[in-house]
């Protein structure tokens, strides 16, 4: 099992920056392929961007291409996904999910695997 605590949501202004991080623990956490899941109320949950457990794939949905950068340390068991520019439409709750040696492609259009409890992130315009 891989239990996964996001952190560093909150209330930023449009054109602002924030910075996810997701704490991993479990067994064979750097075999996980890790990424990010939003749900903005009233929407359903929708992709972010994933990095391959190998740590040399990442993928990112088509919205927050060029402003979000997804990253991973296997030596620290976390991942991190950068925010910038942020606009309104990204507010949301982020979630933190691993799935087992999985592609990218795969990974996000699947939804099994573990999730974190979810951060809230607020852009006022």
Same mark, same amino acid.
């Given at each position: +099992?891989?239990?996964l605590?996001?952190?560093?949501?909150?209330?930023?202004?449009? &054109?602002? $920056?924030?910075?996810?991080?997701?704490?991993?623990?479990?067994? @064979?956490?750097?075999?996980?392929?890790?990424?990010?899941?939003? +749900?903005?109320?009233?929407?359903?949950?929708? @992709?972010?961007?994933?990095?391959?457990?190998? &740590?040399?794939?990442? #993928?990112?949905?088509?919205?927050?291409?060029?402003?979000?950068?997804?990253?991973?340390? #296997?030596?620290? #068991?976390?991942? $991190?996904? +950068?925010?910038n $520019?942020?606009q309104?439409?990204?507010?949301?709750v982020?979630?933190?999910?691993?799935?087992?040696?999985?592609?990218?492609?795969?990974?996000?259009?699947s939804?099994?695997g573990?999730?974190?409890?979810?951060?809230?992130?607020?852009?006022? $315009?």
């Open positions: +099992q891989v239990q605590v996001e952190s560093g949501g909150g209330l930023v202004q449009a &054109g602002g $920056s924030l910075r996810l991080s997701c704490a991993a623990s479990g067994q @064979f956490v750097s075999s996980y392929t890790m990424g990010w899941f939003r +749900q903005a109320p009233g929407k359903e949950r929708e @992709f972010v961007a994933v990095v391959r457990w190998s &740590g040399g794939v990442t #993928n990112y949905a088509d919205s927050v291409k060029g402003r979000f950068t997804i990253s991973r340390d #296997n030596a620290k #068991n976390t991942v $991190s996904l +950068q925010m $520019s942020l309104p439409e990204d507010t949301a982020y979630y933190c999910r691993a799935r087992y040696l999985t592609e990218t492609a795969l990974f996000a259009r939804s099994d573990y999730w974190g409890q979810g951060a809230q992130v607020t852009v006022s $315009s």
